[in-house]
Structures are given as structure tokens and as C-alpha cells.
């Protein structure tokens, strides 16, 4: 079975760090791309970074670009999303998904991870 | 940046036929996505590339996308299908990857 399992979520101070990390199961993890995709309690969903299968190419959405770092290890088929300089608009269940293809550069996500939830409050 | 825009919510009675827009500047040249979100659970994909439907998925959930309007039709609505559901692009600007704002399927 294709699973997602996201974990590092909390509560953390505005102008903190946090590191989010995926582990991923039951297909070849090194095969695909992934991302990370957010939402706000009771908002939509906002895809926020997207990294190819070998870590070559990453992707940000500009509300995070220069704060956030996304990292994958294939050797731990794990995904990861360095946070830092956390605000309180970053509070969001935070979900991995599998994109379709090795690339980052296009496609849907499938499958999606639970989430793991990020609070930003002093 | 690209803008996909949903209506909020859609009504529909049991057994009848449910249609969710998503438009966008010319997303008729775009291949658009749509996720199906019940309370409390992960999205989960139920159409792809416009009109493909992932294993496991009802026929009776179809897409298509022309011109400036895709659209995800449920035919034959169970009180199951009542969820959010979102549409999705990638897009060449600065954010590559763009939802829609979701739209809220009531089942009455």
C-alpha cells in the first residue's frame, strides 16, 4: 500500500523553526517527485514547494521563498521542509503528495499524506 | 500569477447531477486536476489531466475543460459525495502550482 506518514509538527513562536518530515512507503520513492501542500484551519489548500526525484530542482511558492528549504533523502525514503522565520500565516495542516513523475514540473498529486499541523502563536 | 476561481458552493438533490466550474484564462490549454476533500481527511484525487479518473474512482465522477471553464460533473449524487472540492493547474508563473478556492458539494 502507497502511503504518505508526515510528522514534526507544533507549536512554535513567530520567528522560530520547525522541520517537517514525510516517510513514504510501499512504492519506489526515488521515482517521483514531491511537494508540500498547506491549509489554514477552515481555508484552502496552497501548494507550498515541490522538489524532482533526485533533489536537483526545488520550487517555492513566493510566501515562502527564502524562509522554507525542502530536502529529500531516497536513502530513508524520506521528504523533509526546513521552516524558519515562522509567522503566523505559515499555521497550517501541512500535507505531502506524490506527484506523478520524477520532475516536479508538472501533474497531480497522488497520493496525499494525513498532514501534520503547525501552530504559530506567541 | 495564475487565478483558478470556483464557485463557494453547489447544491444538488440525491440522484441528480452536480457540476463544479473552475475557470481560468484560457485553462482550456492547460491539463487541470480535481481533488475531492471530506472533513477531517486528506484530499484525494478523483479526476486528472481533464478528464481521467484514477483507479477506484466511480464513473460516475467525469471532467472536461474548453475555453476558460473546466468542469468536474458527479452524476447520479450519493449523500457520500457531500465534500470540498478543488481544482488544480500547473502554471508557468512564479507559483507553478495553482488551486482553485475549493467549492462546498451539499447533497440535500
Known amino acids: 500500500e502507497v502511503q504518505l506518514v508526515e510528522s514534526g509538527g507544533g507549536v512554535v513562536r513567530p520567528g522560530g523553526s520547525l522541520r517537517l518530515s514525510c516517510a513514504a512507503s510501499g512504492f519506489t520513492f526515488d521515482d517521483y517527485g514531491m511537494s508540500w501542500v498547506r491549509q489554514a484551519p477552515g481555508k484552502g489548500l496552497e501548494w507550498v514547494s515541490g522538489i524532482n526525484w533526485n533533489g536537483g530542482s526545488t520550487g517555492y511558492a513566493d510566501s515562502v521563498k527564502g524562509r522554507f528549504t525542502i530536502s529529500r533523502d531516497n536513502a530513508k525514503n524520506s521528504l523533509y521542509l526546513q521552516m524558519n522565520s515562522l509567522r503566523a500565516e505559515d499555521t497550517a495542516l501541512y500535507h505531502c503528495?506524490?506527484?506523478?513523475?520524477?520532475?516536479?514540473?508538472?501533474?497531480?498529486?497522488?497520493?496525499w499524506g494525513q498532514g501534520t499541523l503547525v501552530t504559530v502563536s506567541s | 500569477s495564475y487565478v483558478l476561481t470556483q464557485p463557494p458552493s453547489v447544491s444538488v438533490a440525491p440522484g441528480q447531477t452536480a457540476r463544479i466550474t473552475c475557470g481560468g484564462n484560457?485553462?482550456?490549454?492547460?491539463?487541470v486536476h480535481w481533488y475531492q476533500q471530506k472533513p477531517g481527511q486528506a484530499p484525494v484525487l478523483v479526476v486528472y489531466?481533464?478528464?481521467d479518473r484514477p483507479s477506484g474512482i466511480p464513473e460516475r465522477f467525469s471532467g472536461s475543460n474548453s475555453g476558460n471553464t473546466a468542469t468536474l460533473t458527479i452524476s447520479r449524487v450519493e449523500a457520500g459525495d457531500e465534500a470540498d472540492y478543488y481544482c488544480?493547474?500547473?502554471?508557468?508563473?512564479?507559483?507553478?502550482?495553482?488551486f482553485g478556492g475549493g467549492t462546498k458539494l451539499t447533497v440535500l
Open positions: 484560457n485553462i482550456g490549454s492547460k491539463s
Open positions: 488544480q493547474v500547473w502554471d508557468s508563473s512564479s507559483d507553478p502550482v495553482v
Open positions: 489531466d481533464d478528464s
Open positions: 503528495a506524490r506527484e506523478p513523475y520524477g520532475g516536479n514540473s508538472g501533474g497531480w498529486f497522488d497520493p
